[in-house]
């Protein structure tokens, strides 16, 4: 269903965007990036943002868009990088913002926040250090954004990259990630992430301003949640948001799925029973014994079948997504997909078990809620490194 839904609305609105001639009245933009720190592949990515304006495409005569940086720390090798690409393109109206603001516990709102205090245009874009964006991503965001819409997202994707760690991160990604994304869309469920998305300055403001949400480690979530609930709506771009980190091993993807899934347990509690349930691995056993409780089947054999018929599905979502060539063979699908499906559980488990939450060079506990608090530094004895982006849904 997930890749039926996504190939006839996301990739059929795509099709209509390229062969539209005239869009109306389409308002001015700001891009903004939050940058932690330089990684083997944040050249390339900062200077997508810069070419943005100067592909040979309807976005030269159709938007004004200004680019705001924030890195938090000011001798970081990304300040040099940015101040490169501001006099390489004299043209582009960009912005350095060094230090952030102590406005609560969230260190990306924290970096986030003189940045968007600057921004001068209504529609505000907030993208990760770590996405790499095409030519005309910035154009399909804006197209979405309806008179009704006040948040247009990207669903989280990656890149093409070679090693097994990347092929595990595509596959979730692509499976795991993007049946709940697009299920939850379709219900009109809060399925944000904050990696890459455009709002509604204007929209944020009424609501506090950014530092509103300061206090909360998941900003993504209760920004959209806020915004549902003044009655605005929100929905996924055509294009997904192409995850390109310099960082990719299995033990940083596991921190960043641990972290996430505790997370989702502190928002939403009922997460403790309902996700477990939405495992393939666990569902199998779960509905085998039923199946030989009810029917008399064989449960074995229905526990295969379950596992196949589930692996095939998550090729057809996962094929739907790539819109193109999968960078792996089938059998590297099939060894990844049960390496993610087989320690899913595991890393759940490990989330209830272990609630302080590892982001960076900080540890955080989290409130019924969702609302978090810092922990000393002498608390902190792991280190998490991994993308800025939060999910929680």
């Known amino acids: 269903m997930g890749a039926t839904f996504y190939r006839r609305t996301y990739n059929g609105r795509l099709r209509f965007l390229a062969v539209s001639h005239i869009i109306k009245d389409l308002p001015i933009q700001n891009m903004y990036e939050a940058l932690k720190h330089t990684e083997e592949k944040l050249a390339v990515i900062a200077n997508n943002q810069f070419g943005l304006s100067f592909s040979k495409n309807i976005i030269l005569h159709l938007f004004q868009y200004e680019l705001l940086f924030c890195i938090e720390d000011k001798t970081d090798p990304a300040v040099q990088l940015v101040e490169s690409l501001t006099a390489k393109y004299p043209q582009v109206e960009a912005s350095i913002f060094l230090g952030g603001s102590n406005v609560g516990v969230n260190p990306k709102i924290n970096n986030m926040h003189p940045g968007y205090e600057a921004a001068k245009y209504e529609l505000v874009m907030i993208s990760d250090s770590g996405i790499k964006m095409r030519s005309d991503t910035l154009l399909d965001m804006v197209y979405n954004m309806g008179e009704k819409y006040a948040l247009i997202h990207q669903m989280p994707f990656t890149c093409d990259r070679e090693g097994f760690a990347a092929t595990f991160e595509k596959i979730f990604f692509g499976t795991v990630q993007s049946r709940i994304y697009l299920s939850a869309d379709l219900l009109s469920i809060n399925c944000h992430t904050g990696m890459s998305c455009l709002l509604r300055k204007s929209v944020i403001d009424e609501l506090g301003g950014l530092k ?66 939405s495992e393939c691995m666990v569902l199998g ?101 991994g993308n800025n982006g939060l999910l929680t849904s």
Not at 238 to 256: V, Y
Not at 356 to 385: C, F, M
């Open 285 to 385: 056993a779960f509905t085998s014994w039923s199946a030989s409780m009810i029917f008399k089947w064989d449960p074995l054999v229905f526990y295969l079948i379950h596992v196949l018929t589930w692996l095939l599905l998550d090729w057809l979502m996962l094929s739907t997504v790539q819109n193109g060539s999968l960078p792996f063979h089938k059998f590297e699908f099939v060894i990844g997909w049960l390496f993610r499906e087989m320690s899913g559980p595991y890393l759940f488990l490990h989330a209830l078990w272990s609630p302080t939450i590892q982001w960076r060079a900080r540890a955080y506990k989290l409130h019924w809620g969702g609302i978090a608090y810092e922990l000393p530094v002498s608390n902190n004895s792991s280190k998490d490194v």
């Open 212 to 277: 509103t949400f300061g206090c909360y480690l998941a900003e993504d979530f209760f920004i959209a949640k806020a915004v549902m609930e003044h009655g605005w709506k929100m929905r996924i771009s055509s294009q997904p948001a192409m995850q390109n980190s310099g960082i990719c091993d299995i033990s940083s993807f596991q921190a960043r799925l641990i972290r996430w899934a505790k997370l989702r347990v502190a928002m939403v509690p009922s997460t403790i029973l309902l996700e477990p349930l």
